[in-house]
């Protein structure tokens, strides 16, 4: 079986145009396999060698709080600033956006129920690999408008609750 992605690593862009524009661009989606500091300052760093990017023209960096990404003396912020002191580390606001909403999404019982349940539905698809790619084959089925995905897990749930020795009320 295929091993699932650790971390999925998006770099992003914002230039400047010869007019004067301000664009932001989607250059890469990586599939990080080793998330410490150094690999994920390789990977931006081929990233930007492969789109002919000087690392030299950088002038700020934007991610979330964690220690790989900001971290002092080993995250990738601190690698950059070293071959690029003008790369400046600015917190990702978008990153404290979602650290706001979670926390006052928490504090509502309907909502702290709900992503509670998606969350421990991700655990049980997640913690097995048979289940996990029976997840994955119905989401391509669905995808791919197959509108016969639907009973067949319909039919699946079915034949469960009539042959399981347990009732739930």
Do not use: P, W
């Amino acid at each position: 079986m295929k091993a699932r992605l650790i971390q999925l690593s998006v770099i992003i862009i914002r230039y400047l145009t010869t007019a004067g524009e301000i664009n932001e661009s989607l250059i890469a989606m990586l599939a990080a396999s080793k998330c410490d500091g150094e690999n994920l300052t390789n990977y931006l760093l081929e990233c930007l060698e492969k789109y002919d990017l000087d690392v030299n023209n950088i002038r700020g960096q934007c991610y979330d709080g964690c220690s790989t990404m900001t971290g002092q003396y080993k995250g990738v912020k601190s690698r950059i600033l070293s071959i690029n002191s003008k790369a400046y580390f600015v917190h990702c606001y978008a990153h404290r956006l979602n650290l706001v909403l979670v926390d006052t999404l928490s504090k509502n019982t309907y909502s702290r129920n709900f992503f509670g349940v998606v969350g421990q539905l991700c655990n049980l698809i997640e913690g097995s690999a048979k289940r996990h790619l029976l997840f994955q084959s119905i989401q391509k089925q669905l995808a791919e408008g197959d509108s016969d995905t639907y009973c067949i897990v319909q039919k699946q749930q079915h034949r469960r609750q009539h042959h399981s020795s347990t009732t739930y009320s």
